[in-house]
Nanobody
Framework: VQLQASGGGLVQAGGSLRLSCAAS?????????LGWFRQAPGKEREFVAT????????YYADSVKGRFTISRDNAKNTVYLQMNSLKPEDTAVYYC?????????????????WGKGTLVTVSS
């Protein structure tokens, strides 16, 4: 599956953004668990959120819990990340990833597919 993230930009602290990640490919989108990761300048890539094939199971990093919401629309082959109450420390390049196994995404490596990132900058 090929992934393309979009929706990043510049926002003030306390603001909101919604990221989208559109998928294309031969394997049905609904067969994949999906995740969002981010990498801030000078830091390691970190897990943000993941969602299973149906959307019925989600997990979040503690740093974003209660502020970010991951969702998916299998009819549109798209996964979303709604980000509210943004903080300057949320500034990073955000990437989406897909894998047939949710546990792989939770581990943070070995995913089937990665998309190109989208930059989110939160000003104080």
């Amino acid at each position: 599956v090929q992934l393309q993230a979009s929706g990043g930009g510049l926002v003030q602290a306390g603001g909101s953004l919604r990221l989208s990640c559109a998928a294309s490919g031969r394997t049905p989108f609904s067969r994949y668990a999906l995740g969002w990761f981010r990498q801030a300048p000078g830091k390691e890539r970190e897990f943000v959120a993941t969602i299973n094939w149906s959307g019925g199971t989600t997990y979040y990093a503690d740093s974003v819990k209660g502020r970010f919401t991951i969702s998916r629309d299998n009819a549109k082959n798209t996964v979303y990340l709604q980000m509210n109450s943004l903080k300057p420390e949320d500034t990073a390049v955000y990437y989406c990833a897909a894998d047939s196994n949710l546990a792989t995404i939770l581990r943070g490596n070995g995913m089937d597919s990665w998309g190109k990132g989208t930059l989110v900058t939160v000003s104080s």
